[in-house]
């Protein structure tokens, strides 16, 4: 296979998902006026559901490229663990400094740090006065990644890359995220929901849809490879019939009839003009830096500077947690990355 042939834009489009997240979180906390159509053109594209469909792919390809599981693992580990102890570190100094710890008792403390270090994010009842309510509440995600990890060779096992087990499969899937949603909309219970959200179920048929995805490379080669705009723009057409008809087709509250084909947009994005991520990026993903430290900068900007919102707090935001995360690319996460064993195919750094 030839480098152009391996060439895809999956950098950028973690990318372009990160910066949805940090300016929705920003517009939302620090009280940015923007214009209807933009605001839903943006919560069109959540970021959420794009990681979820790009891992799917990237890490099913992956391991079926590692040599064990245990090589798997340690990959997998290597991929969210070195991050995610730095930003975590940046967390517990920048709120000692601008909030104090003083007066927490040791068990808080502890309270707070092992759930997070092992990937379970959590806002302990002392700091819940602190900025926003919550130390870093967009890490829900790393525990369902986590999940994903854990069921994949599981998954892989089951389905045995048989066309109606994986059809079966899905179809439950899809139907558990739409109890989900249910449930998340009947229920009057803000730590019920947050629990639900952060269940394996809830987000499985995402993750799964970039599995098939990948599986099928003759489904990418005929109906999806340098087809994006055809994609994009039916899929914005389809949104409006969604929306017009009374569904949710924002957001990651987006109904899974909304969801599916953005999935497909996803992968069109990746491999139509796929020089751009190699051109634009060479190799560089501050993605998921971005993803960490966006909400610990909202956060400080609402203690310290509590006069300063709108466009220019959003702007600070912006600087900042592009500066935050470059620097958790190039000393931690680039060098952690390194360690992985390289193999063929589809980028190592995933």
């Known amino acids: ?37 933009l605001l839903w053109l943006l919560g069109s594209f959540p970021g959420v559901p794009i990681f979820f469909v790009v891992s799917g792919y990237l890490v099913s390809a992956s391991y079926r490229r590692s040599r064990s599981v245990g090589t798997y693992f340690a990959n997998r580990g290597l991929r969210i663990f070195p991050g995610l102890w730095l930003c975590f570190a940046f967390c517990f100094i920048s709120i000692a400094w601008s909030y104090g710890l003083a007066g927490a008792r040791w068990q808080d403390l502890v309270s707070w740090v092992l759930p997070n270090v092992v990937g379970l994010s959590h806002t302990p009842a002392f700091l819940k006065s602190f900025g926003t309510g919550s130390v870093n509440g967009s890490l829900w995600t790393i525990p369902v990644e986590l999940q994903f990890y854990v069921v994949l060779p599981l998954l892989l096992l089951v389905l045995q890359r048989s066309g109606w087990r994986w059809g079966v499969g899905f179809v439950f899937c899809l139907a558990a995220s739409f109890v989900y949603l249910w449930m998340v909309r009947e229920s009057d219970s803000k730590a019920w929901s947050n629990v639900l959200l952060r269940l394996l179920p809830s987000w499985l048929y995402m993750f799964m849809l970039g599995m098939i995805l990948e599986w099928r490379a003759d489904w990418k080669e005929r109906f999806v490879r340098d087809r994006f705009f055809v994609w994009a723009g039916a899929y914005l057409v389809w949104i409006v019939l969604l929306q017009a008809a009374g569904f949710t087709t924002v957001g990651n509250a987006a109904t899974p009839l909304a969801l599916i084909p953005l999935a497909a947009v996803v992968i069109a994005a990746a491999y139509s003009y796929r020089s751009l991520a ?66 063929k195919g589809l980028q190592t750094a995933y």
Request: net charge positive; aromatic share 8%.
């Open 1 to 37: 296979m030839d480098a152009h042939a391996r060439q895809n834009n999956f950098d950028l489009i973690r990318l372009v998902a990160a910066g949805q997240v940090v300016l929705w979180h920003g517009i939302e906390h620090l009280k940015v006026e923007v214009h209807p159509l």
């Open 278 to 343: 190699t051109r634009w990026l060479r190799g560089h993903d501050i993605s998921y830096g971005m993803y960490l430290y966006h909400m610990p900068i909202v956060n400080l900007i609402v203690v310290l500077a509590p006069g300063l919102r709108g466009p220019s707090a959003l702007v600070a935001c912006i600087v900042a947690t592009v500066s935050l995360a470059s620097v958790s690319w190039w000393l931690v996460e680039r060098p952690a990355l390194r360690l992985k064993p390289t193999s």
